[in-house]
C-alpha cells in the first residue's frame, strides 16, 4: 500500500467531462506519490457532515510539477452529488495515494486497456508509462452511452488503436466491451490486458483474457467505509501465492489484482473452502 | 487555564496511561494502516479488531450501508485468530511502542478463555476488552451480553485465567432491558471494567434492489447517530455505581465519538475513557486532533485534569 497523505485540498479546476465532472486538486504531497491504479478518496461536507463515509476515485492524473491530482466523480447519490457540486476554491478532505497500482513492465509489452465508462480514468497515466517503457498500447471503451465515455480523444492521443463501443449505439461499435475483445487482443498481439470497470465486465474481461493465454490486471470496485484498510467491508474472494482462498480488502491488497485469482463467481457469498469460512457456519 | 496545561493522563488497571484515548475494537484493523496517519504511541491505547481462537472469513458483501451520521457493518469478525496474532501482529505494536488493549471473543466460554491464556505475558499489552455483545453473530442468542448469567460466566471464565495484572474489560450491548443488570453482572464476575457500548442492531433496505441492503440482512449501527444511546448507558451505568448498588469500575465510553467535545461528554457521564471508532474511517487522524480539543474543553470549564471531570454530570443540583 502507498504511504497515503490526508490533507485539506483546494479545488482548482472543477469541469463537465461529459457525464462526469472532472476535479482537479491541489495536493503537492499526495500528487508525488501517485502511480497509475492508485484512488483517493473524498469526504463529503466537513466535521459536521452527517454523510460519514468517504468516497472513492480512481486517480485519473497526478502532475508533480502542477501539485495536483485529477479525478473523475460521477454523481451516483447524495454524497457524490455534493462533491460534484463542488466549486473552484473549495477545499476538500482527501486522502491519496490509496491502494496498490498496476504492476508495470520492465521492458516493451503490448497492453490492451479495457475500461468501462469513467473505469478509464486510471489507464491514461498507465499507458503513458508503457509507451515509456518501449511498449505499444490499445484501448476499448465502452459505455452504456456516449455520454458515459471517458477519455477517448486522450486515449486517441496515445495510439491508432482506439475502439469505442457502447450499448446504445450513440458511438462506436454497439454492444459490449467484451465482444471486440477476443479479436482486438490478436490484432495488437497483447501479451497484457488492464481492466477497470464494473465487476460483470471484470469477469469477462479475465475470461476471455484467460482463454487466450493473456495476463489480465484488474482494478475492481467494491463500496468501502474507509479506503485505508481498516474498516473490512470492501473485501472479496481472492486466491492467494500460497493457493489458499482468503477475504482481502479491495483497499489494500488492491483495487488491483490479477483477475485469474478473484473469484469472480463467489463474490457475494463465503465459499465452503474460504479460510475461516467453517467458523462461519459454511461446510465444504 | 491554558489547554497545554491539562493533564490527560488517565488511570487504567495498574498503569497509567498518557491519555484517555484508545480506539474502538473493529475501528482500527491491528494498527498498521491506522499508523499511516497518527502515532500509535500517541494514543494512550490501541483497541485491536476482535480476535477469536481460529480463523474466520467473516460474512459475505455487501458488509456496510451508510445510514444517517453513521452507517452498518456486518463484517462478522473476520480474522486470522490468535495465534497469527501473538506471532505476526502484536510484535509490530509492541516495537512501536503501542498499548494495547486486545478485544477477545469465542463462541464458547472455553473459546474466550482460551483466547485471554494465549496473552498471558505477551508485550505490550494492557488489557483484555471481552466481546461478548458483537450483534454479527449467525444466531442473536449467542450475545452473551443480552443476559447476565451468560455474561456472568464469560467474565469469570476468562478472569479466571487471565494474568492477574491485566484488567478484563466486558463490551455491552445496548440492546437489553437493563443495561445496569449487565453491568452488574460482568462486575461481580470480576471485571476490573465495562465497554459502552457495541454498536446497536439495525437494518437497511436497498431502494433499488428493494432488498436488505446487506448481505447478512442487519448490522450493526455505529457513529454519531447512536452517541445519545451511549452516553445514556454510560450515565446509567455510573449513577448505579455512585448509589452503591454496582461495585465501582471504570467506564470506557465509545459509540459515535467525533470531537474533543463528544469525549468530555462521556466523561461528565461517568466515563474514564473514551473511544474513537467510526470517526475513524472519515477521518484516520482524529485521535490527535480529538485529544488537542479536548485540552481546549477541559481548560475552557476551568478542570485542571481529564480525571476531575469523570462523572461530573451527576453532582447533586445545588
Known amino acids: ?284 | 487555564m491554558e489547554p497545554q496545561q491539562v493533564d490527560l493522563t488517565a488511570p487504567f488497571g495498574g498503569r497509567t496511561l498518557p491519555n484517555p484515548l484508545t480506539t474502538a475494537s473493529g475501528c482500527a484493523g491491528y494498527g498498521r494502516e491506522l499508523a499511516k496517519f497518527v502515532p500509535l504511541d500517541a494514543l494512550g491505547s490501541v483497541t485491536t479488531k476482535t480476535i477469536m481462537p481460529y480463523a474466520r472469513s467473516g460474512r459475505a458483501t455487501p458488509r456496510m450501508a451508510e445510514t444517517p451520521s453513521g452507517m452498518l457493518n456486518s463484517i462478522g469478525l473476520q480474522g486470522a485468530g490468535i495465534a497469527h496474532f501473538v506471532k505476526h501482529e502484536l510484535p509490530w505494536l509492541a516495537e512501536r511502542g503501542a498499548r494495547v488493549l486486545v478485544s477477545i471473543a469465542g463462541e464458547r466460554l472455553e473459546e474466550f478463555a482460551e483466547v485471554a491464556e494465549q496473552l498471558n505475558g505477551q508485550p505490550g499489552v494492557i488489557g483484555l476488552e471481552l466481546n461478548i455483545s458483537c450483534p454479527n453473530v449467525a444466531d442473536r442468542g449467542l450475545v452473551f451480553a443480552c443476559n447476565p448469567a451468560t455474561s456472568y460466566d464469560v467474565v469469570r471464565a476468562v478472569r479466571r485465567v487471565a494474568d492477574a495484572e491485566l484488567p478484563v474489560y466486558a463490551k455491552l450491548s445496548p440492546d437489553v432491558t437493563s443495561i445496569t443488570e449487565i453491568a452488574a453482572a460482568c462486575v461481580q464476575a470480576g471485571a476490573d471494567g465495562l465497554s459502552m457500548i457495541n454498536t446497536t442492531l439495525g437494518m437497511a433496505i436497498d431502494p433499488v434492489t428493494m432488498r436488505p441492503a446487506l448481505a447478512g440482512t442487519t448490522g450493526g449501527v455505529s457513529g454519531p447517530a447512536i452517541r445519545p444511546i451511549a452516553v445514556r448507558c454510560v450515565h446509567q451505568v455510573h449513577a448505579e455505581m455512585l448509589a452503591g448498588r454496582i461495585p465501582r469500575v471504570p467506564i470506557l465510553a465509545m459509540g459515535g465519538l467525533r470531537t474533543g467535545l463528544d469525549a468530555l461528554e462521556f466523561a461528565l457521564a461517568g466515563a474514564s475513557g473514551v473511544a474513537v471508532g467510526t470517526t475513524l474511517f472519515n477521518d484516520p487522524a482524529a485521535p490527535l486532533r480529538i485529544l488537542d480539543e479536548l485540552r481546549t474543553e477541559l481548560a475552557a470549564r476551568d478542570f485542571t485534569s481529564f480525571t476531575d471531570a469523570v462523572g461530573y454530570a451527576h453532582r447533586p443540583v445545588s
Open chain 1, 1 to 284: 500500500m502507498a504511504h497515503p497523505v490526508q490533507t485539506e485540498a483546494e479545488v482548482v479546476e472543477s469541469a463537465p467531462a461529459g457525464a462526469y465532472r472532472r476535479l482537479v486538486l491541489r495536493a503537492p504531497e499526495a500528487a508525488r506519490r501517485v502511480r497509475p491504479g492508485h484512488f483517493a478518496t473524498l469526504a463529503v461536507g466537513g466535521g459536521t457532515s452527517s454523510m460519514l463515509l468517504r468516497r472513492a476515485f480512481s486517480i485519473h492524473r497526478a502532475d508533480v510539477e502542477a501539485g495536483t491530482i485529477e479525478l473523475v466523480v460521477a454523481e451516483h447519490g447524495p454524497g457524490t452529488r455534493e462533491l460534484v457540486r463542488s466549486r473552484v476554491g473549495d477545499r476538500l478532505s482527501l486522502i491519496a495515494p490509496l491502494g496498490t497500482p498496476f504492476p508495470l513492465p520492465e521492458g516493451p509489452v503490448s497492453a490492451l486497456l479495457v475500461a468501462g465508462g469513467y473505469g478509464s480514468a486510471p489507464l491514461f497515466p498507465l499507458a503513458e508509462e508503457i509507451k515509456r517503457r518501449g511498449g505499444q498500447v490499445g484501448f476499448i471503451l465502452g459505455a452504456a452511452t456516449e455520454a458515459r465515455l471517458f477519455g477517448v480523444e486522450a486515449a486517441r492521443a496515445l495510439t491508432q488503436d482506439v475502439l469505442v463501443v457502447t450499448e446504445d449505439g450513440s458511438a462506436g461499435l454497439t454492444g459490449l466491451v467484451t465482444e471486440p475483445l477476443a479479436q482486438a487482443i490478436k490484432a495488437i498481439d497483447a501479451t497484457v490486458v488492464h481492466a477497470c470497470g464494473p465487476m460483470p465486465m471484470l469477469r469477462a474481461v479475465t475470461g476471455i483474457a484467460e482463454e487466450l493465454g493473456t495476463r489480465c490486471w484488474t482494478a475492481v470496485e467494491e463500496s468501502m467505509a474507509c479506503g485505508v484498510g481498516i474498516c473490512m467491508t470492501c473485501v472479496l474472494p481472492v486466491v492467494g501465492e500460497d493457493g489458499v482462498s482468503r477475504f482481502v480488502r479491495s483497499c489494500t491488497d488492491g483495487p488491483v489484482f490479477d483477475g485469474a485469482k478473484v473469484r469472480w463467481a463467489d463474490l457475494g457469498t463465503v465459499p465452503a473452502d474460504l479460510e475461516g469460512a467453517a467458523a462461519m457456519g459454511v461446510r465444504g
